[in-house]
């Protein structure tokens, strides 16, 4: 077992053991990606430097994203402003749960205003 799955199984333990409401989606083509973005939101745990293209993708269809405070996905951020950065994973964990419960309660007013 390399660094990474060792990463993502404690990461998928986070998310179970805190009951978040995450999904773990694989593949996805260009369309359903897109349709993604808009639905929820995108957790960017990479740290390893890259061009970052998810975090485009998302800005670009105006979802909320969370990112690891790095060099590169602070770069590519600069100014936008429905971005979380985190370094720890508890950090991730608060994060997440904040989104969802702010998420929630936005459905919940739209559902008594109309």
Known sequence: ????????????????????PVRFVGYLSKDELQIMYQKSFLIFASSVESFGLPLLEARQANSVIVARRTVFSKEILEGYVKVYFYSEIKELAMIIKKISKDRVKCEEKSFVDN
Do not use: E, Q
């Open 1 to 20: 077992m390399n660094k990474h799955d060792k990463n993502i199984k404690h990461l998928v333990k986070i998310v179970t053991t805190n009951d978040l």
